[in-house]
């Protein structure tokens, strides 16, 4: 089945410094969602990663989608507190109906 | 627009026990998404509808738990009997189409099975 890696499963950083996180695959995708899920919240579309070394910014974030679309990364310039909460990657493959797979996710913590 | 509409918010049950939770789509939304949240994991889809037809639902334990979307709009997800490892946030999403588009979520229900 689908084996879906995000790392790191933890990440505790100080206000100002950047972050990153990573999702890899066993396969190939045919494109990736990112997600958040503030403490206690729902998921929270971010951004999907369609074609091949993708790469798409939004303020401080910045995604990219690896050439093989096997990989993909999130990485958030300058932390602030209101970035706290868990990023979820959400790989797709083969048909655009089938389903989204969830990584375990990397949750966040920013120190003020 | 109004988001995805859940209830209950809560809900505590004894294990072999039923229960049912209700979802609202979006409007005019034309899928919807059933995902079990355990506690520190990532949502995982139970069961995909488009409309009124089931599209995935291969990952649904089908001995105890069922869902319907009688007429492509609101859905009901049930559980019976209800198990501990049950435990968990199940939420609903939709999203307009099946193809490509961003999921959006419900609160979701809590669920504790004592």
């Known amino acids: 089945g689908q084996q879906v890696m995000q790392i790191p499963q933890y990440q505790h950083v100080q206000e100002g410094e950047d972050f990153t996180t990573y999702c890899n695959s066993s396969?190939?995708?045919?494109?990736i969602q990112w997600y958040k899920q503030r403490p206690g919240g729902h998921p929270v579309f971010l951004i999907q990663?369609?074609?091949?070394?993708e790469v798409k910014k939004q303020k401080r974030l910045t995604f990219q989608f690896g050439e093989a679309k096997k990989n993909s990364s999130l990485h958030i310039t300058a932390t602030q507190t209101t970035d706290v909460g868990t990023y979820f990657c959400?790989?797709?493959?083969?048909?655009?109906?089938?389903?989204?797979?969830f990584g375990r996710g990397t949750q966040l913590t920013v120190w003020p | 627009e109004a988001g995805v509409a859940q209830s209950p918010r809560y809900k505590i049950i004894e294990k072999r026990q039923s229960v049912a939770f209700w979802c609202n789509p979006i409007?005019?939304?034309?899928?919807l998404y059933w995902y079990q949240q355990i506690l520190g994991q990532g949502p995982k889809l139970l069961i995909q509808?488009?409309?009124?037809?089931?599209?995935?639902d291969s990952q649904l334990p089908k001995d105890r738990f069922s869902a319907e979307r009688l007429k492509g709009v609101d859905s009901t997800l049930k559980i019976q009997p209800a198990k501990l490892e049950d435990s968990a946030v199940y939420l609903c999403?939709?999203?307009?189409?099946?193809?490509?588009?961003?999921?959006?979520f419900g609160d979701g229900t809590r669920l504790s099975i004592l």
């Open positions: 396969t190939t995708l045919s494109n």
């Open positions: 959400a790989p797709r493959r083969g048909s655009t109906l089938g389903r989204l797979y």
């Open positions: 409007s005019g939304h034309a899928t």
């Open positions: 509808f488009q409309n009124n037809g089931v599209v995935d």
């Open positions: 990663l369609v074609k091949s070394g």
């Open positions: 999403a939709s999203s307009p189409g099946g193809s490509n588009q961003p999921q959006h």
